[in-house]
Structures are given as structure tokens and as C-alpha cells.
């Protein structure tokens, strides 16, 4: 009897540690986790610009609003590895259709968030944002007299329930089901009209 | 990096030119056109090779049908690939499908089976499907309210507004590189086609709204291959007109044509309703003699000549705008109109001026070409039809607007073919890269056919394009106002100075679509 209530109390400690472990991310508990927290990264882009070889991440994996986020950024050159010493202004802008590909509005929804310096080969910049929608941050400096601007997309909160799919699906269905009542309502008049007139 | 592709050599420019003189200078000099365009037809069903075969698809439908949902199939993976895919351009399907195959091949296909892409048209199809609820027999479905298209909107307007709104969407704001705005694109053509189907009675959204389906139609005109009646008395006997009206179980045809009056391939689909329910058996493919139509046969209407110089205006601007030159002038306009956004003001601007530009010659063209007339003969100026000779010779932009737009669209075929297999193998580009420098390279060096061939290609393409063009000039001037001789000389310089323009374009070096 002692034995099994060692065992039980044995597989209780194994367990709650276990459940107790899964608040951790890696060593860490869940309520310290912040936007520099190791965390998965959202989006990583790896791209090439003239001569740089930039690396791109955006920390948590799902930004809120309303909810501190980062930036990191790794810039190093295609021909020697080097990494870039030139500091980095980040602004923020709207990627709404209207904003974004037409330009209207741009210059109020442009916004500089800030300039960084390179710490331990890496550019950090932190962000908030207040509503969800999609932006585009912009990433700039120069380099031998030349300006580079890199431009992320970044998705703050869940995007829309509704995909192009779903609303494609629904206009047709309504359209078509509107159409059908119409149509039936038409006949059945028609056939009506059709029985006085014989009488 | 922005790869460039070499241009056609100067040498087969002054080929070209030399031969555009030539046959200006005969154009002018020959005696008047009589009647005789060979008007000749083979019907492909009496060939004695594969005439069986063309007999036996002409009285089925199962092939058709089978294509249908082939294409249907192909079209509902490129949403896929484009709202789920990559956003890598050449990477994924949806966007190497459209714009790498598709809209090249499109155009180069008319030249071997005229309009036979409306018949496969997938935004069309899966619009049909929806609505008729039946795949191909004539349907009763209550989801028709078979309206009459409101009379202002019968004309292609419509169409041309939205080839308008198309290349805008194309070229500024580039959805030819993003697979999702591509996949967009496409549902909107299945929203547009099964709303205009549902409202109103036949096929309207084909016949006046479809600007890839009014391309093809335009296109068609100059294409050897046409759906026409074998037997021309037996149309004209025929009373009871199921081409039109259709059958128990096939539909009437969509477009509202009467195969024995048809005399222009503008609005044929080539769907085959009237080679099923035509009685006699009598309506076919046929091989005629290329461009007849836009020679003699088709009737001018205004807005189709508007179309026609649209289409003309929009395929040199598609070429423009690939040129180094475009650049320099987005830049300079850029800075003109402080335009510092993704450019769209500057390049709204470019596009409509080169809509202008040439309908502004081509209007000027024709004001001298009635000076002439008219005070060669001396008609009262009230007495002239302004708008038939306006729509008349609108016939010679076509060869030009199709000649190019083939030698430009070849280059863009045998140049940028992308790894098929791997497309499609992985149509939504999961866990690809994009192309490096060194794949760019290789795939800019693995031409389908040699350079010269190309060019041989290009440079016969254009002088065809003229050579029909001063044929339509000579038939039609001839036939609105007897006009002949020194009378076609504005028209015939428009034709020569849009040709040398597009030559021009063909000699730049052009930058790769992706």
C-alpha cells in the first residue's frame, strides 16, 4: 500500500512537471515571454539588394494590436560576409489597396518609428501597433553614397474571416439565389395573369 | 538585375522599311483593287486526311466537353496556386501559367484556330455551369432572368473600357508579378461572366463585355481558320434557322449569330452549338483565304473601330513600356508631377497617352484622306460619311496591332520558358527560392528556337502585318470613296509610321516579363 501510494505520488510530481514544463519556453515561463523573447519568428525573408545579402524577421509569431513586437534585421555583404555598421531608420506605412498601390493617403499614414544602431550583428526594432490591418515597414540607409530601401510586408492581428474565395462564393450564391426567386415569382405571375385571361 | 532580351537586328529593320516603301509606292501606283479576294473555302471535314476526324468531332461533343473541364481544371488550380502559392512570380503556376504561356500563347493560337479559345474559356464555362446547371445540353435553369442588354451597352464598350482597365492593372499595378493579384483577377472574370449570364438572355458578357474574348474575336478576323456553312444555298434555303434559335437539346448560339449571314469571326465563340444542331450537317471548320475578312468581308462598325485602335494603341504600349526608355520617362515624370508613391500617376499618364497618340494620328489621317476625296471628286463635305470611312479603314490597324503583338509576344514565348515540370510538380511553389543570377542566365540562354529563326520569324511576321494592312487600305479606300492613288497616301503613311514604330520597339533590347 505504501508502495503504490509512492508510486502514485511518484507519476503526480512526473506529471504536474511535465504540464508545469509546457508553460516554459525554453526555460523560460510563459507570462515573462515578450517581444524579445526567443520566440518564432512570424515571417523570415532572406533577400539580396545591390550588395547586401538582408535578412528579415518579425517577432512574436502572430502580432496583436496593442502588443509590443520587434523587428530584426541582418545585413551583410554578398562579396565579403561583412556585416553593415550604417545605422537603419524603419518607418511604417498602410498596405491597403488605396494607401499602398494607388498612394492616397500615403503621406499621413507614413510614419518613422525609429533609427537603429547595429548590436551584436543585429538591427532591433521594436513596434506597437494600435489597429490590425496589413503594413509595410521600410527599412533604410546608404551605402557607398547609394540609398537602399527595403520594404516587408507585416500582418497585425487575424487577417479577415472572409477570403477572396468566400466572398467570391457568396456573391455568386446570393446573386444566384436572388435571381432564382425572382425568376420563379415572374413565372408563377406570368401563369396567373395566363388563367385570368383565358377566363 | 533586370534581364533584357536583344532586339531584332537592324539589318531585317531595313529589310522591312525598304519593303514597306515598295509596297506603298505599288499601293499607289497599281490600278484599282477589282473584287477578286479569293473568297475561296476549304472545308477541313472534305480534307482528305483528317477530314473523318474533323466529321466525327463536328457531331460530338464529348472532345469539347472533355476540354472544357481540362481548362476549367487548369483555371481553378491557378486560384489555388495564386490565393495559397508562393508569392515568388516564377515560382508559382498562377503567374507563369497567365502571363509566361497563357497570354502569350493566346495570341499566337488565333493564327491557327481563330476563335476556338472562347470555346474552352474557363471563366465562361464554370459561369455557364453555375448558372444552367447542366454541362452542355440546352437548359431551362431558373437562375436566367434573360433581360434584354440595355441598348447602350450593346457595343463593345464595355470591353474596350475594361482592356483599358486590364492593361492599368497589368502593367501599373503589376499583377502580372503577384500570383495573388492574378488569382483575384480571375475570380472577378468568374464574378463578371456569371452576372451578366444570369441577368441577361444569351451570352452578353462574350459579346460586349469580355476583353480577352473581343481581342480574340478582333484577332480572328485575320485567322485562315473560321467556323463558317459548307454549303451556302442550303443556309439560304434554310427556315428554320437552328444556328440561331437552337435545338430540343442544344442551346441557340450565344452570341445571337445566323451562320448564313455570318461574314466576320468578331463574335463566333466557336462553342459548336451550330455545327450540332444545324439539320444538314452543314456548318464546319473551314480553311479561307487569311485577313479576307478584314479586307473585304467584315462590316465597319464605330465602336469596333474604336476597339481596333485600342487594341492597336494598347499592344504598342505593352511593348513600351518593356523598354529601357520607359524608365528614364516614369523617372522624369515621376519627378514633373512629384509622383513618389509606387508611380501610378506617372505611368496613368504614359498610358494614356499612348492610347491618344495614335488615335489622334489615325483621326488625322483620315481628316486628309477626306480632303482628298473630296476635293478630287468634288463631293459636298455634308455628303460624306465621316464615320463610315473612319470605321472602314479601322480594318488596317488590325494586321498592324496583330503582327506585333505576335513578334513581340514570340520573343517573350521562346525566351521565357520556365521549368514546367518543376511547375508542375509544385504549382504553389511551397518551400521554393527565387530564381538565383546563375538560373536567370541559363534561362535566358536556353531559347526554345534559334536567335535567327526568331528574328527570320519576327521580320516576316511584320511584313506580312503591313502587307495586309496596305491591302485593306487599297479594298476599303476603294470601296467607300473610290478612292484610289494619291488619295490612300495619309492612310498609308499612318500604316507605315506605326509599323516602323513597332520595328523600332522590336530593335531595343526588351526586358523579360519574370
Not at chain 2, 444552367?132 to 434584354?148: A, C, E, I, M, V
Request: glycine letters at 6%.
Amino acid at each position: 500500500m505504501k508502495n503504490t501510494a509512492l508510486a502514485f505520488i511518484f507519476v503526480y510530481i512526473a506529471l504536474v512537471s511535465t504540464l508545469s514544463n509546457a508553460h516554459h519556453v525554453l526555460g523560460r515561463p510563459s507570462y515573462s515571454l515578450n517581444e524579445d523573447s526567443n520566440t518564432p519568428p512570424s515571417m523570415a525573408i532572406e533577400t539580396q539588394i545591390g550588395e547586401y545579402f538582408i535578412t528579415y524577421m518579425v517577432f512574436p509569431a502572430f502580432p496583436k494590436p496593442n502588443e509590443p513586437g520587434r523587428v530584426n534585421l541582418y545585413a551583410t555583404r554578398i562579396d565579403n560576409g561583412e556585416v553593415l555598421a550604417q545605422p537603419i531608420t524603419f518607418s511604417v506605412r498602410d498596405d491597403s489597396f488605396f494607401t499602398e498601390t494607388l498612394g492616397f493617403g500615403q503621406a499621413e499614414s507614413s510614419e518613422q518609428i525609429g533609427v537603429q544602431t547595429i548590436d551584436d550583428g543585429v538591427y532591433r526594432q521594436g513596434f506597437l501597433f494600435r489597429k490590425k490591418g496589413n503594413y509595410i515597414v521600410r527599412a533604410y540607409f546608404e551605402d557607398g553614397g547609394e540609398p537602399y530601401e527595403i520594404d516587408f510586408p507585416l500582418q497585425v492581428g487575424e487577417s479577415s474571416p472572409i477570403g477572396p474565395i468566400g466572398a467570391t462564393i457568396g456573391f455568386i450564391f446570393f446573386l444566384l439565389l436572388s435571381i432564382n426567386i425572382a425568376q420563379r415569382k415572374r413565372i408563377a405571375r406570368s401563369k396567373v395573369q395566363q388563367g385570368q385571361s383565358v377566363r | 538585375m533586370i534581364m533584357t532580351h536583344s532586339g531584332l537586328p537592324l539589318g531585317w529593320a531595313i529589310v522591312i522599311g525598304i519593303s514597306m516603301l515598295l509596297l506603298s509606292v505599288w499601293a499607289i501606283a497599281a490600278q484599282s483593287p477589282n473584287a477578286g479576294i479569293n473568297s475561296k473555302k476549304i472545308s477541313l471535314t472534305s480534307t482528305p486526311l483528317v477530314g473523318g476526324i474533323f466529321r466525327y468531332l463536328s457531331g460530338t461533343t464529348w472532345l469539347l466537353l472533355l476540354l472544357k473541364i481540362v481548362f476549367a481544371s487548369i483555371f481553378i488550380l491557378i486560384i489555388t496556386a495564386g490565393l495559397w502559392g508562393t508569392a515568388i512570380v516564377e515560382r508559382n503556376l498562377a503567374t507563369t501559367l497567365t502571363w509566361n504561356l497563357w497570354w502569350t500563347g493566346l495570341i499566337i493560337a488565333v493564327l491557327f484556330s481563330g476563335s476556338a479559345w472562347c470555346a474552352v474559356c474557363p471563366w465562361d464555362n464554370i459561369a455557364t455551369w453555375l448558372v444552367n446547371h447542366k454541362l452542355w445540353q440546352r437548359s431551362n435553369s431558373n437562375s436566367r432572368l434573360q433581360l434584354k442588354v440595355p441598348h447602350s451597352l450593346r457595343n463593345v464598350w464595355p470591353a474596350s473600357l475594361l482592356f483599358i482597365g486590364f492593361t492599368w492593372l497589368e502593367l501599373g499595378i503589376g499583377i502580372v508579378s503577384s500570383p495573388y493579384a492574378t488569382a483575384l483577377l480571375a475570380l472577378v472574370m468568374v464574378i463578371l461572366a456569371t452576372t451578366a449570364l444570369a441577368l441577361f438572355e444569351g451570352k452578353a458578357f462574350c459579346r460586349y463585355m469580355c476583353p480577352v474574348g473581343r481581342t480574340v474575336g478582333a484577332y480572328s478576323q485575320l485567322s485562315p481558320i473560321a467556323l463558317r456553312p459548307i454549303d451556302n444555298d442550303i443556309c439560304k434555303n434554310c427556315k428554320t434557322l437552328e444556328c440561331f434559335h437552337g435545338s430540343e437539346k442544344i442551346a441557340p448560339c450565344p452570341t445571337k449569330l445566323i451562320m448564313g449571314r455570318l461574314q466576320e469571326n468578331t463574335y463566333c465563340t466557336s462553342c459548336g452549338n451550330c455545327t450540332l444542331s444545324c439539320p444538314s450537317k452543314n456548318i464546319s471548320w473551314q480553311l479561307r483565304s487569311p485577313s479576307s475578312e478584314a479586307i473585304k468581308d467584315a462590316r465597319p462598325h464605330l465602336d469596333e473601330a474604336f476597339f481596333m485602335l485600342i487594341l492597336l494603341a494598347l499592344t504598342m504600349f505593352h511593348g513600351l513600356t518593356m523598354l529601357d526608355g520607359w524608365q528614364s520617362y516614369m523617372t522624369l515624370m515621376a519627378q514633373l508631377v512629384n509622383d513618389n508613391s509606387q508611380l501610378i500617376i506617372s505611368f496613368s499618364v504614359g498610358l494614356v497617352a499612348s492610347l491618344l497618340i495614335p488615335s489622334l494620328f489615325y483621326l488625322l489621317s483620315i481628316g486628309m484622306t477626306l480632303k482628298l476625296c473630296v476635293n478630287k471628286k468634288g463631293i459636298s463635305r455634308d455628303k460624306v460619311d465621316f464615320n463610315k470611312l473612319f470605321s472602314g479603314f479601322a480594318f488596317t490597324a488590325l494586321p498592324l496591332a496583330f503582327a506585333y503583338h505576335i513578334a513581340h509576344n514570340l520573343t517573350h514565348f521562346v525566351r521565357e520558358s520556365s521549368d514546367w515540370l518543376a511547375l508542375l510538380s509544385n504549382p504553389l511553389g511551397k518551400g521554393t527560392e527565387p530564381l538565383s543570377m546563375m538560373e536567370k542566365h541559363m534561362r535566358h540562354m536556353d531559347i526554345m528556337i534559334s536567335e535567327n529563326v526568331l528574328f527570320t520569324l519576327q521580320g516576316l511576321i511584320m511584313l506580312a502585318g503591313f502587307a495586309i494592312s496596305v491591302l485593306v487600305i487599297r479594298h476599303r479606300g476603294y470601296r467607300l470613296f473610290a478612292a484610289k492613288g494619291i488619295q490612300l497616301l495619309p492612310i498609308l503613311i499612318f500604316a507605315m509610321i506605326i509599323t516602323s514604330f513597332n520595328l523600332f520597339m522590336l530593335v531595343q533590347p526588351m526586358t523579360m516579363r519574370m
